[in-house]
């Protein structure tokens, strides 16, 4: 039975975080992800978990401690968001490249400069390449939920990767909503004990881990990486179909809302889901056949899926909530355009880069997506497929 | 039980093996090894590297030359994942998910780029956050591994790659930053500066009390870089001897506050001596420039003397 609730993002996240009882977590503060150390540190000095907490001095240190941890034989989690995530850079890239299972809480917020403390996902779009899996959320329960089926799908032998899992800074973190969550034993029965085969702690077998790793081999490890990565994907579809048989709650790559017959869409991630599905149904009492698709897993990207998804639309907007600044669109346009090319679909499409610095996405802007989109599918014509949604300008 | 080299030897076989790719005449290996030894038999270890000349010629995929368990990561943050895994350790062992019966010990290592430079942060952290681990430093003076390039570790009026002795500029214009007494300044319970010399005792017994000390350690050991220093091969004892008697490389430790200088040289040599091997110093004993020389002596002078007097006062009842 699930245990109604009322809680924001970061309580939620961290109360998923003391149920999974990992061995060790390493963080350091940042706005808005603050509350999760927190909330956790209170866990720890009143004995609610066996972890460790390891108080950093930097957010480079807390992904190093945690992948010395992890390495070290330990479940190692932390959390944090925009510029703490940028220090540790360099070291999200060691962690999936030793192949270590962690899971971190990413708290989405704009990357500096200038310093802004407010949403968008300038942060996680900057480690998208980085090897580790990524998995979005609309609002507290999906936080929860995804940080629930975090180590089942990090830890399986097929795919060793770290995970992280995404939600909007304020808009999720800090807003309290009803949720349900499942009972601590339940939990513990769900997740299971880690078991590494290889650690640093195995006295009985010594390890070398992090090698200079030169011409010979670092393009087979890095093939490596990528393999599992794919692997990721048939697991987190397993993960999701046993969470769902426990909890009732379903997740797939992807959530279709009012697609399948649609004939324009959205494509966008996090919260503003939420808003665009109250636009969605107010068109369709209209009588519009407006739809949404909303990502959940954006590393692997479900290439094919995401395709198939699509391929009936008219047109479709992509909504990005973060600016490439390279002249070309955002990133999660290029994933869904390139995803229809190497399928041969063709469907116009346009991308809007919206929210930057946490700007309110209302539900006016996304009806006015709407509106574009039904233009362009009457006419066909695409105009400019680089578009802003909710920028103030000079008209022009 | 007193100290033998023989027995050490003997008694402990290496933990730092033979087919690594440091150079011949190099300072590290050798303190390495020397440092490994001081483990108990029956304890395991595990040991975090700095990305570092050590690094790359100690574990080049698919060999190692360490027989413990091994991490490195990157080259500033040593301290913090060493930290993480000494967490671990704490954590699993609470929690009886390791034997309890065997121990396992948290070793460091990291050059002076990678700690008095760009790896200070996450040293300082793990020390103050009271980790039960030693952090190493061998301080060979400058970013060797790049090639030479000067480190706030170099000494004054050294020529690097970076502070190269030119026509204007005769090589690094700022006196060394002095770490051992940076670390001091954590009041961790203990911190010692030694170096390879003679039978090697004072490495020994300060790497031992290093590793069974419970809580954070810190030791800073000088390893001269043939290459960087510019001295023969075969001299690499020799010199490290005379960093000794000339006081530039004072042998100390300071326990829970109170400094004991382990070695105080029958006759402190002058800096001359030290300074005329190596080639990094060469400019400075061209006519015209034995200013540099005095200012160097000076300075070594003037740290030695507080070095003694730190020692008469922590000590007065």
């Known amino acids: 039975m699930s245990i109604r609730e009322r809680l924001s993002g970061n309580e939620a996240t961290a109360i998923a975080m003391k149920q999974i009882n990992p061995d060790v977590v390493a963080a350091f503060p940042i706005t808005p992800s603050t509350e999760i150390p927190q909330y956790f540190s209170t866990f720890v000095a009143n004995g609610e978990v066996d972890t460790e907490f390891v108080a950093v001095e930097s957010e480079h240190s807390a992904m190093s401690a945690t992948i010395g941890a992890e390495a070290a034989g330990a479940r190692a989690m932390t959390a944090t968001s925009a510029n703490g995530l940028s220090l540790m850079w360099e070291m999200i890239y060691i962690a999936s490249s030793l192949r270590l299972p962690i899971v971190m809480a990413l708290v989405n917020r704009a990357v500096s400069g200038p310093l802004n403390i407010h949403n968008d996902h300038s942060d996680a779009m900057g480690v998208r390449d980085a090897g580790w899996i990524m998995l979005f959320s609309e609002n507290n329960q999906e936080a929860y939920d995804n940080m629930l089926m975090a180590h089942k799908i990090a830890e399986n032998k097929n795919v060793l990767l770290p995970l992280m899992v995404c939600q909007d800074g304020f808009i999720t973190s800090h807003s309290i909503e009803n949720i349900e969550l499942e009972s601590d034993e339940e939990v513990k029965k769900f997740i299971g004990t880690y078991k590494p085969e290889h650690y640093l702690l195995n006295d009985k077998e010594p390890i070398a881990v992090g090698p200079l790793d030169l011409q010979a081999f670092l393009f087979e490890h890095k093939a490596q990486q990528a393999e599992a990565m794919k692997n990721a994907k048939q697991v987190i579809k397993e993960v999701s179909e046993e969470f769902e048989k426990w909890t009732g709650r379903k997740y797939e790559f992807f959530e279709k809302y009012m697609l399948d017959d649609a004939e324009i869409a959205i494509v966008c991630m996090n919260s503003t889901a939420g808003t665009t599905k109250a636009v969605v149904n107010k068109l369709r009492e209209n009588g519009i056949k407006a739809g949404l698709l909303k990502i959940r897993m954006y590393r692997p990207f479900p290439v094919d899926e995401v395709a198939e998804a699509l391929s009936h639309l008219k047109a479709v907007a992509i909504l990005d909530k973060a600016d490439s600044l390279n002249g070309a669109g955002g990133a999660l346009f290029e994933d869904v355009t390139s995803s229809m090319y190497v399928n041969k679909k063709q469907v116009p499409m346009v991308n809007y880069v919206y929210g930057i610095g946490g700007r309110d996405t209302t539900e006016a802007q996304i009806e006015s997506v709407y509106e574009d989109l039904q233009k362009i599918a009457s006419s066909g014509d695409i105009g400019n497929p680089y578009r802003y949604l909710g920028l103030r300008r000079e008209e022009n | ?317």
């Open chain 2, 1 to 317: 039980m007193a100290y033998d080299l023989k027995k050490v030897i003997v008694e402990k076989p290496s933990r730092f093996t033979e087919g690594h790719r440091m150079c011949a005449g190099c300072g590290a290996p050798v303190v390495t090894r020397m440092i490994m030894r001081a483990l108990k038999p029956e304890d395991h270890a595990v040991v975090a590297n700095a990305t570092g000349c050590m690094e790359v010629s100690s574990f080049i995929y698919p060999y190692t030359s360490w027989t413990d368990s091994f991490i490195h990561t990157a080259f500033e943050c040593a301290g913090a994942t060493c930290s993480g895994a000494e967490a671990a350790y704490k954590s699993l062992k609470k929690q009886g998910k390791l034997p309890q019966d065997k121990n396992t010990k948290f070793i460091a290592f990291g050059g002076d780029g990678g700690t008095y430079d760009i790896g200070l942060q996450s040293l300082s952290g793990a020390m103050e956050r009271g980790h039960d681990m030693v952090y190493v430093c061998y301080d060979n003076g400058a970013y060797m591994n790049t090639g030479i390039q000067r480190s706030s570790a170099t000494p004054h009026f050294a020529d690097t790659t970076t502070s190269p002795a030119g026509k204007v500029i005769p090589g690094k214009m700022q006196v060394r930053k002095d770490l051992t007494e940076i670390m001091v300044g954590h009041h961790i319970p203990y911190v010692a500066q030694t170096l390879a010399m003679t039978n090697f005792k004072d490495l020994y017994e300060k790497a031992e009390k290093a590793i069974y000390t419970e809580g954070p350690t810190f030791l800073n050991v000088l390893a001269p870089c043939p290459r960087g220093w510019g001295y023969p091969t075969e001299d690499l004892m020799m010199i490290n001897k005379l960093a000794a008697d000339t006081c530039y490389w004072p042998l100390y430790e300071v326990v829970d506050g109170k400094y004991k200088i382990t070695y105080k040289p029958a006759k402190k040599l002058p800096i001359e001596e030290f300074l005329r091997p190596q080639k990094r110093f060469k400019h400075m004993f061209k006519p015209g420039n034995e200013w540099m020389i005095k200012e160097f002596q000076e300075e070594v002078d003037k740290r030695w003397n507080e070095l003694l007097k730190l020692e008469q006062i922590t000590n007065q009842e």
